[in-house]
Structure formats: structure tokens, C-alpha cells
């Protein structure tokens, strides 16, 4: 069951944090998130069914003028305060976790910091992680982090700039590097595209081979609509996920 504590973690992840929603929209300073997935693990009959809510704030509205709506937080180096439930069905078995987090740009300064805990509670079984970023921006829209949890910290690096092309269409591109302890280093990029109300995106990761592909649908009154299918050697799954922002 170690495979679906795992995938818990990465689906937490993957409903919650980073990816994108097309268009420009209104300033906003609340989001909310709510997602379903479902998971076909490998050698395993049932599917799994996954729940999960996120609701963040941001210390100061978060403006949306000129670029879209899914990287404003970033391009302005919004800090905010987030909270993710979820729980995770398969066989008569479920995962719960619960998932909170702050991360703060220092005021005049390159310098971003997060620290995070997950608590996850697999049929009774209960575990804590905290966790945690430290990341500099050195030039507008280019961050540059490393991650650490209280296990310790594996060598790893992540890199992430948001730009435009000649047409003026907006994309973001990361490209992340991590050498574990206990397996293979991994190698992963995303990239994602952004039209005026539509985005396109996804991700390959070589280590567990996960790979990811989505796209949004802008909706009206600060809402969008996400989907995505995703797979690693230890399944596939597809999700959808409603966002609604607002001041």
C-alpha cells in the first residue's frame, strides 16, 4: 500500500498547486479549488476516487492586468496562506490528508520561503510531514528553489521563469532536478501555453515517469474549469478541477 500512499501525496499535489488557468481575469485575493480524480493503479482491480478542496489567501489582492490569471500570484511575488483536504477511496480503504501551507516573498528583498505540513491517515495509520521551500527570484519572473522535508533534504533544484513570445502570448517553463537517496535522479519538465481563454500544458518526469497533460477552460464570474490525465509506473488517472477566484 506504500504505491497508494504515494500517489495520495502526488494527486494532493497535482489538485492543488501550480497549474494553469488561461485568461486574464479580475484582481483576486481568495481561491478556491475543488477537484475529483480517478485512479487505475497497476495491479490493482479497483479504481480509486479521490476528493480534494483548497482555499487560499493572499496577504494583498493579487493584480491580473496583462498576463493570465494562473500566474499573476507568481509574476507579483504573492505570499498567501493555503489549506488542502482530500481523501482517497480504493477497496473499502481510504486515505485521508490534510495539507497546509504559507509562503512569503521578503519584502525588497530576491528571497521566498515556504514551510508546510501534510498529515495523512491511511486506515488509521498516521503520519506527519513537514516540509518546506527556500527559493530566490534574481530577475523579474525567474525563480530558482530547493525543497527540504523533516526527513532531511536530497539534492534537488528547481527552476521556473515566466515570459512571453513574439505574439505576446504567455507561457511558463520549469525544469526540476532531484537526486534521492532511496532512488533514480529524476529529471522533469512542464511546460504550458496561455491563450485568452484557454490553456494548454504538461509535464514529463523521468524518474517515476510520470507524465502529465492538461488543459483549462476560463468560465465566467471567476471561475475555470481544468482537466487532465496523468500516468507513472504505478498507474494512470484523470482529474478535473473547478476554480473560482474573487477579492
Known amino acids: 500500500m506504500r504505491l497508494v500512499k504515494k500517489w495520495s501525496v502526488q494527486v494532493l499535489v497535482l489538485a492543488a498547486f501550480g497549474f494553469p488557468v488561461g485568461a486574464c481575469a479580475e484582481d483576486f485575493r481568495v481561491e478556491v479549488k475543488g477537484s475529483y480524480d480517478k485512479i487505475d493503479f497497476e495491479g490493482i482491480d479497483d ?3 479521490v476528493l480534494s478542496a483548497t482555499g487560499t489567501f493572499y496577504f494583498k489582492p493579487v493584480p491580473t492586468d496583462g498576463m493570465p490569471v494562473a500566474e499573476a ?23 485521508n490528508a490534510f495539507a497546509a501551507d504559507v509562503g512569503y516573498h521578503i519584502p525588497n528583498s530576491i528571497f521566498f520561503a515556504r514551510l508546510g505540513i501534510i498529515d495523512s491517515d491511511f486506515s488509521g495509520d498516521d503520519e506527519t510531514n513537514v516540509n518546506g521551500t527556500f527559493g530566490v527570484v534574481p530577475i523579474p519572473r525567474l525563480f530558482f ?9 536530497d539534492p534537488n533544484v528547481r527552476a521556473r521563469y515566466a515570459g512571453q513570445f513574439s505574439n ?10 532531484a537526486d534521492p537517496d ?14 485568452d481563454k484557454f ?3 504538461g509535464g514529463l518526469h523521468s524518474g517515476s515517469d510520470l507524465w502529465v497533460v492538461r488543459a483549462e477552460f476560463t468560465l ?20 478535473l478541477t473547478l476554480t473560482w477566484r474573487d477579492l
Open 168 to 177: 505576446s502570448r504567455w507561457y511558463a517553463a520549469s525544469v526540476m532536478l
Open 199 to 201: 490553456s494548454l500544458g
Open 145 to 153: 528553489g530547493t525543497d527540504f522535508s523533516d526527513d532531511g533534504w
Open 73 to 95: 500570484a507568481y509574476i507579483t511575488r504573492a505570499s498567501y496562506a493555503s489549506v488542502t483536504a482530500q481523501t482517497l477511496e480504493l477497496g473499502g480503504e481510504d486515505v
Open 220 to 239: 465566467p464570474h471567476g471561475f475555470a474549469l481544468r482537466g487532465r490525465i496523468y500516468g507513472d509506473d504505478g498507474g494512470d488517472g484523470l482529474g
Open 182 to 195: 532511496d532512488g533514480d535522479t529524476d529529471l522533469g519538465f512542464e511546460f504550458d501555453y496561455y491563450l
Open 47 to 49: 479504481d480509486a476516487d
